[in-house]
């Protein structure tokens, strides 16, 4: 009997944790989402026929979008478990690899594309929810009024604050309270949906039809709107590979989806009675005595909903180093448990100043309505694209269904996305300004690097070129062992190369250590090495780790003791090439964007530090190169 409840214990306490992360975004956005179906630029009347329509095409947008096409379908495509745009963008690339000295190919463009938008919605999520959720404080009194800006962003301000302390701590009570918060809703819309019964004849589907015919070009607009529900849908998938499949359908289909729904139905119920109540329908649910209370909650699930947004940021973070698209950043683990807990200084602070100033331009969480959406609906149409090749290479589709499934999703992305393209000259434009700004550094790092090594071989001779022709000229051979580092195992690390031509000398043992990036989320431990013997005392040794992982040196060298070479990393020599660029009007790239690569390259993190290396026993040799 034990062994049966072990399974259902564990699934349990990870949907729990689940719903503290995953559903965050989405389970907040019954605090703006249906009062800007209704905003004064719409020019529609809070009439039944009117609500009801609206709350059918919210139904069928949570059924469709969130249920159909990421529980059952995008969540089928997991990379070794792994969910989230780069990690799709990986698994479509498995059986067609991408060649970056050619360019970038439309499935690695596509994905940075994704990734930028995610980054928007990073910094407009807190900006808005925070927002929002303090804004009840004006319903109460009009003395709130003047502090609630303030109030927003000192909130802001303490939750990036919080952020190099990890959110390890606090992720045991996220699950909690967002379990509290989602009752809230069920409780609150289901006391008035039972005054109002009738408004259930929205989950009839024929409603949402009638609405968008009978106002083709205002109910247009609304799906903008509308789409408010859908925020954060992305997380369901991104989230994977922290909970599991099963945890985070449990999560919705017991708990979020259901909540939710009643809701929405209570809100709609109650502008059916009242519309005036339609100035903040999410706190006229709740009775006088339990405002503040419903307050300090909304403010605590937002806080938590930015706190996951914040999170996805850094792993997203994480996985673009990885992977090529963006320079090392200095990382801090804070946790000593958790592989996953990890914190960017600069990443957290950029994201800060565009928060803040996000609250204090469009200052109210209305105005931000307008540019929230378009950064999620261009990534959700993005992972549809990538679908139809992961669907046809690693599912194994045939044609004709993955274009039917593809295609169908694809109408419903591009209808969304094209009504929040309404919101452009509204507010619509920082994210796509935002996103693009990031696009470029991302593709600007990748093609650069690429450039870098086309130089490298050129300028360096293979491996064992080195060892037939410069090797021999080595007049001295020092006892004990060396390590290069060589991002190309099979180019002569330039750090090689000039330790030779200057000091005439190198150890008698040399390992040239690659670190390459799979595109699997992780490596198993003990994955084997691969090692080659080269003549004169030279060993190429590859390693590999996974997207979501930071590559350790001292790991790599424990497990070379199993292949019978010893080198206690207390009398061993780290050797790094330490690269310095300089832009020249070259063909590769412009020359704006080699300045840019440049700019990139003087603010990365230390290859010491990136690899655990001990500073005291590393030795970095210098070298220009034009690009």
């Known amino acids: 009997m034990q062994k049966h409840l072990q399974p259902s214990s564990a699934s349990a306490s990870l949907t729990i944790a689940a719903m ?64 989230g745009m780069l990690a799709l963008m990986a698994l479509s690339q498995r059986s067609h690899p991408v060649n970056l000295r050619k360019g970038l190919s439309l499935v690695v463009s596509l994905g940075l594309v994704g990734v930028a938008f995610l980054y928007s919605d990073g910094i407009i999520t807190p900006a808005i929810s925070v927002l929002s959720a303090v804004e009840g ?179 997203l973070t994480l996985q673009a180093v990885q992977l090529g698209y963006l320079p090392p950043l200095r990382i801090t683990h804070t946790s000593a448990e958790q592989h996953g807990q990890i914190y960017f200084a600069l990443l957290n602070w950029l994201m800060f100043v565009g928060t803040v100033a996000l609250i204090l331009s469009f200052g109210s969480s209305s105005n931000l309505a307008a540019a929230y959406g378009i950064a999620v609906s261009g990534s959700m149409i ?45 507010g619509g434009w920082f994210p796509l300004l935002l996103g693009a700004a990031i696009f470029t550094v991302m593709s600007t790092w990748a093609r650069g690097r690429a450039i870098v090594a086309e130089h490298l071989r050129v300028q360096f001779p293979p491996l064992r070129e080195f060892v037939g022709e410069v090797l021999p000229k080595v007049e001295y051979r020092t006892a004990g062992q060396a390590v290069f580092l060589s991002q190309h195992p099979d180019i002569t690390p330039p750090a090689l190369l000039q330790n030779v031509r200057h000091n005439k000398t190198l150890h008698k043992r040399v390992y040239v250590l690659t670190v390459r990036t799979e595109h699997v989320p992780f490596v198993p431990a003990g994955a084997p090495l691969e090692i080659t013997i080269v003549p004169e005392g030279l060993f190429q040794v590859i390693a590999r780790c996974g997207f979501m992982e930071t590559p350790d040196i001292p790991r790599v060298l424990t497990q070379l003791a199993v292949h019978g070479h010893v080198l206690p990393i207390q009398d061993t020599t780290f050797f790094l090439s330490r690269i310095t660029f300089l832009a020249t009007p070259k063909p590769g790239m412009a020359i704006w964007r080699e300045k840019l690569f440049v700019l990139l390259s003087r603010n990365t993190q230390r290859a010491s530090s990136y690899f655990h290396l001990p500073s005291e026993q590393v030795v970095e040799i210098g070298l220009v190169l034009e690009i």
């Not at 009117?50 to 096409?69: A, E, F």
């Not at 089928?76 to 478990?81: C, L, V, Y």
């Not at 669907?391 to 269904?401: E, F, I, K, M, N």
């Not at 499934?405 to 309404?422: E, K, M, T």
């Open 20 to 83: 503290g992360v995953v559903y965050g975004d989405i389970g907040t956005s019954p605090l703006y989402a249906l009062r800007e179906c209704f905003h004064e630029s719409h020019g529609l009347a809070v009439t039944p026929d009117n609500v009801l329509g609206i709350l059918s095409l919210i139904v069928w947008s949570l059924v469709l979008v969130v249920t159909v096409k990421y529980l059952l379908f995008v969540m089928k495509a997991d990379n070794d478990g792994e969910g």
């Open 137 to 315: 404080l004006t319903l109460a009194t009009d003395v709130f009024t003047p502090y609630v800006l303030p109030i927003t962003v000192g909130l802001v301000a303490l939750l990036f604050t919080l952020q190099r302390r990890g959110s390890g701590a606090l992720g045991s009570v996220f699950g909690p309270i967002m379990l509290v918060w989602f009752a809230a809703l069920a409780l609150l819309g289901l006391h008035s949906l039972i005054q109002t019964p009738a408004v259930l004849f929205a989950a009839n589907p024929l409603y949402a039809a009638t609405f968008l015919i009978h106002h083709a070009g205002i109910g247009f607009l609304v799906l903008g709107s509308v789409f408010l529900v859908l925020t954060g849908a992305e997380a369901l998938y991104a989230d994977m590979g922290h909970f599991g499949r099963h945890p985070i359908q449990l999560g919705w289909f017991a708990v979020a989806l259901p909540a939710l729904l009643l809701q929405y139905f209570g809100q709609g119920a109650l502008l059916m009675r009242d519309p005036a109540a339609l100035a903040n329908p999410f706190y006229h649910l709740a009775p006088d005595w339990m405002l503040y209370p419903l307050i300090a909650l909304a403010t605590m699930a937002t806080i938590i909903a930015s706190q996951a947004m914040l999170s996805g940021a850094f792993s």
């Open 382 to 426: 993005i992972t549809t694209l990538l679908m139809y090749r992961v669907t046809r290479s690693h599912l194994g589709w045939s044609a004709t269904p993955a274009v039917m499934a593809v295609g169908a999703f694809l109408c419903i992305d591009l209808a969304f996305f094209l009504a929040n393209a309404q919101k452009i000259p509204h």
